[in-house]
T-cell receptor
């Protein structure tokens, strides 16, 4: 069975600072990995995804993530955070069943 | 990306009544649709997976008689919460994917259900 761990429930950063949100997954083969963002009362918006190929993936809104097979990680990064980035971030994995399994989410708080 | 439309975005109903939530794929054929429930400040909990034309597969602990899922066409799935009670109040999100595309699932904007 696949699983996702997001070890940080909350992350607080200052506007303009860099950001890294952690994600570790468990899956026996090569996973498909995703990062989603959710604003309050809204659905999920896909930030980026990894299926294969280059392990550094670029997404929307200036986000990127790096797939590290040896560490079973897919951490999300952004070099300079904007106040509008404050939201809930979910890492997800799918395997052969194509059913997304989500982490518990990380709440990003941005201080001015 | 593909668009999934979920309706209504918010609904308030009286205890004991039924509520239907629709999930439509607007520009692709959704061979598989997923229904999730999300409690405040928590992650998405998969309730069921439905494939077009067949019965939904429910996750353990989800009452299939309470949460009726119909996936009658390649563009529409519905979730009906029957005899709703206040504990059914939650945020429900659908997602859809196509077997013909890659493995990505696209999400609706969610439905906030409040049972009073």
């Amino acid at each position: 069975a696949q699983s996702v761990t997001q070890p940080d429930i909350h992350i607080t950063v200052s506007e303009g600072a860099s950001l890294e949100l952690r994600c570790n997954y468990s899956y026996g083969a090569t996973p498909y990995l995703f990062w989603y963002v959710q604003s309050p009362g809204q659905g999920l918006q896909l930030l980026l995804k990894y299926f294969s190929g280059d392990t550094l993936v670029q997404g929307i809104k200036g986000f990127e993530a790096e797939f590290k097979r040896s560490q079973s990680s897919f951490n999300l990064r952004k070099p300079s955070v904007h106040w509008s980035d404050a939201a809930e971030y979910f890492c997800a994995v799918t395997g052969g069943s194509y059913i997304p399994t989500f982490g518990r989410g990380t709440s990003l708080i941005v201080h001015p | 990306g593909a668009v999934v439309s979920q309706h209504p975005s918010r609904v308030i109903c009286k205890s004991g009544t039924s509520v239907k939530i629709e999930c439509r794929s607007l520009d692709f054929q959704a061979t598989t649709m997923f229904w999730y429930r999300q409690f405040p400040k928590q992650s998405l909990m998969l309730m069921a997976t439905s494939n077009e034309g067949s019965k939904a597969t429910y996750e353990q602990g989800v009452e299939k008689d309470k949460f009726l899922i119909n996936h009658a066409s390649l563009t529409l799935s519905t979730l009906t919460v029957t005899s709703a009670h206040p504990e059914d109040s939650s945020f429900y999100i659908c997602s859809a994917r196509s077997d013909r595309e890659n493995t990505e699932a696209f999400f609706g904007q969610g439905t906030r259900l409040t049972v009073v």
